[in-house]
């Protein structure tokens, strides 16, 4: 057993390693040369779209460099994605390593802060940085600016408002889990039972005595699962159609997170084996219960489908204990029937569908040629897609997404200060 100190000053030192973390959030006259502070007469020209924890991290090091950048979000108050949150929804990433630049979580959120301390959060980091977020209005397009829009504007956003914003620099951030993603299931329109995604899950109450299938064995549908066995769901079924890397959230202390940010740089062709070989020391052969040990490797599947492992927290035991039943993957459906790729065929009187999200980015910026086919930016993270045009909290990596979002929010904010530093002046 890793005793608590040696721990923390490990954690400690991976903080210290890492690079990627906070600071005071503050500004020392000495520092603006450095940081390329600009004279902001053009500040209004910058916008960040998304009130998330990505809009927030590049609003607040945008003002670190002496811009006045403003929050668009269609929302009426920042983290709506967390507001909209299941219950018992728990960050899986430590809460010292998981800060947003210039104000960490505090340390009264606990170790895995909780979806409410993630909002509480969220909403003293825009007060701390005092971040000007205007909601309640959503970006439908952003467009190539023209002549006649001035000069040294790039970009013009419009808003369901009726706005039209002219901008020199645009930051999107407006999600990776953005739109919820149902598979065009044959039968589905006609199937007789509830059906739901994971965003509209919020606790088992609704579910109770009910026969319910829960389609997606990632961390939400295994954590949902679990919640509706736990909290009176009378049958509950996972759908498998993609057996799962697992990894215990932590083993004697140590977590898996910080396991994450020291190998996901390395080369999958050394990380996999040991991954698979701590599989087999740290969890049980589910096998038997329907879900195998995936061929594929950890470190290999993040990078190739941007999935990562599923955190086990009560998974396991409640498919040992038969508290959640495996089943094969939904093929489609039939009156009051969910058909299964195995040929059997379940009468669940709700489905949820833990199927994922896509980016919906094609109708915003679909049109300037900055997409992937998939709908993912080209270029995202600390460069820019098209001069003054960012993408930020596009990337999934064993170092948690909070984490990236954080460097990333450090590394575009300084492009853009200097940028604007060198812009046409009205
Ligand atoms: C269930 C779940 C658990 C997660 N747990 C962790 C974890 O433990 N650790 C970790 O590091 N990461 C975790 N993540 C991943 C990631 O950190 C979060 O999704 C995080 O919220 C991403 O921040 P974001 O700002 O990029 O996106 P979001 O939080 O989704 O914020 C995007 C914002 O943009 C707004 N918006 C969207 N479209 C528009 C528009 N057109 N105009 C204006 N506003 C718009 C939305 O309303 C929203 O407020 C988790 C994700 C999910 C889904």
């Known amino acids: 057993m890793i005793t608590r100190p ?14 990627d973390n906070g600071g005071s959030g503050t500004v020392g006259a000495g520092d603006e040369k450095r940081m390329g502070i600009v004279n902001v007469d053009e500040s209004r020209q910058v916008y960040v779209i998304g009130g998330g924890p990505a809009g927030l991290a590049a609003a607040a090091e945008l003002r670190r460099r002496g811009m006045q950048p403003v929050v668009l979000e269609r929302g009426e108050q920042v983290g709506t994605s967390w507001r909209a949150g299941y219950d018992r929804l728990h960050l899986h990433t430590v809460r010292g390593l998981s800060g947003l630049p210039g104000f960490g979580i505090p340390r009264a959120a606990g170790r895995w802060p909780s979806r409410d301390a993630v909002i509480d959060y969220l909403e003293r980091y825009r007060a701390r940085h005092e971040l000007e977020v205007r909601g309640g209005a959503e970006v439908e397009r952003i467009a190539a600016a023209g002549a006649a829009d001035g000069d040294g504007v790039r970009w013009v956003i419009n808003t369901t408002a009726g706005e039209r914003l002219p901008a020199r620099s645009v930051v999107v951030a407006t999600g990776h889990a953005h739109t919820p993603y149902v598979p065009d299931w044959p039968g589905l329109e006609a199937y007789t039972g509830q059906l739901r995604h994971a965003r509209e899950y919020r606790n088992a109450g609704p579910f109770a005595g009910l026969d319910v299938l829960v389609v997606g064995v990632g961390n939400s549908g295994s954590e949902i699962a679990t919640d509706l066995a736990e909290g009176g769901a009378r049958r509950v079924w996972i759908a498998v159609r993609t057996p799962p890397q697992i990894v215990r959230r932590d083993v004697a202390g140590w977590p898996a997170h910080a396991t994450g940010i020291l190998v996901s740089r390395l080369p999958a062709a050394v990380v996999d084996p040991v991954a698979r070989l701590q599989r087999r020391l740290t969890i049980p052969d589910l096998t038997p219960y329907g879900i195998p040990v995936p061929a594929d490797g950890l470190l290999s599947r ?7 492992p599923l955190q086990d927290v009560g998974f396991i035991a409640a498919v040992r204990s038969g508290l959640v039943t495996p089943v094969a993957a939904v093929t489609g459906f039939e009156g009051d029937k969910v058909l299964l790729a195995d040929g059997s065929a379940l009468g669940a009187q709700a489905v949820i569908a833990a ?19 998939s709908g993912l930016p080209k270029v995202h993270g600390g460069a820019p897609a098209a001069p003054g045009l960012y993408f930020l909290g596009y990337g999934v990596s064993l170092r948690g997404m909070l984490r990236d979002i954080a460097g990333d929010a450090r590394r575009i904010a300084p492009a853009v200060a200097r940028d604007h530093q060198s812009a046409p002046r009205p």
């Open 355 to 373: 199927t994922g999200y896509r980016r919906g980015l094609e109708k915003m910026v679909g049109h300037l040629g900055v997409l992937e086919e």
């Open 302 to 308: 993040v990078r190739r489908v941007g999935e990562v």
């Open 6 to 19: 040696f721990l923390s000053m490990l954690l400690g030192l991976l903080f210290l390693l890492d690079g």
